[in-house]
């Protein structure tokens, strides 16, 4: 499967500060990348699909000023989170489409708490 | 669009014994049905996966059912070990999109 990597891995910051997270497809270049939203004891919750060279497409409900999404090479996507208040701590975890239609594979997931 | 449900929210089975989580989904047309392992702070690991033309898969002592007509796929973990304990997502897709169930959380004991 594909190998992605993210960058931090966790992070502290202060509320009203933005935070940038990178997802990087190591082995092989993606044109859409997934970035997931994973709250403690929940399941993972789509918030938006990344696309290479043009405007990511946001979930409903997830508010695309605040986080942002860039896309600028086939192994590169990054979420930023703008004015961070304490309930936007969470688990942001990325995925890379595999070979096969549908598969995807995940990054190792970033940790975000806003104090 | 897409509703995946799963059931059980928790399940605790002794050493050896067998476990089995249930998930249902709302669209027929979807065709890709994934099975996750996450462990504490990790990422979702892939351990087993299905598509709409086949109907069961194994790979060693997981396996998987797929029931098209009824809506429902299972997951079946044989001979558990302490090690299978984490929490387990179902998941379909939708437009390549992939829609999580709620997760099992499964404890093994030895």
């Known amino acids: 499967g594909a190998v992605v990597s993210q960058h931090p891995s966790w992070v502290i910051c202060k509320s009203g500060t933005s935070v940038k997270i990178e997802c990087r497809s190591l082995d092989f270049q993606a044109t859409t990348m997934f970035w997931y939203r994973q709250f403690p004891k929940q399941s993972l919750m789509l918030m938006a699909t990344s696309n290479e060279g043009s405007k990511a497409t946001y979930e409903q409900g997830v508010e695309k000023d605040k986080f942002l999404i860039n896309h600028a090479s086939l192994t590169l996507s990054t979420l930023t989170v703008t004015s961070a208040h304490p309930e936007d701590s969470s688990f942001y975890i990325c995925s890379v489409p595999g070979l096969a239609s549908a598969e995807q594979y995940f990054g190792p997931g970033t940790r975000l708490t806003v104090t | 669009g897409e509703n995946v449900e799963q059931h059980p929210s928790t399940l605790s089975v002794q050493e050896g014994d067998s476990a089995v989580i249930k998930c249902t989904y709302s669209d027929s047309a979807s065709n890709y049905f994934p099975w996750y392992k996450q462990e504490l702070g990790k990422r979702p690991q892939l351990i087993i996966d299905?598509?709409?033309?086949?109907g069961e898969k194994k790979d060693q002592r997981i396996a998987v059912t797929l029931n098209k007509t009824a809506k429902h796929f299972s997951l079946h973990i044989t001979e558990t070990q302490p090690e299978d304990s984490a929490v387990y997502f179902c998941a379909a897709d939708n437009t390549d999109k992939l829609i999580f169930g709620t997760g099992t959380r499964l404890q093994v004991f030895p």
């Open positions: 299905i598509r709409s033309n086949v």
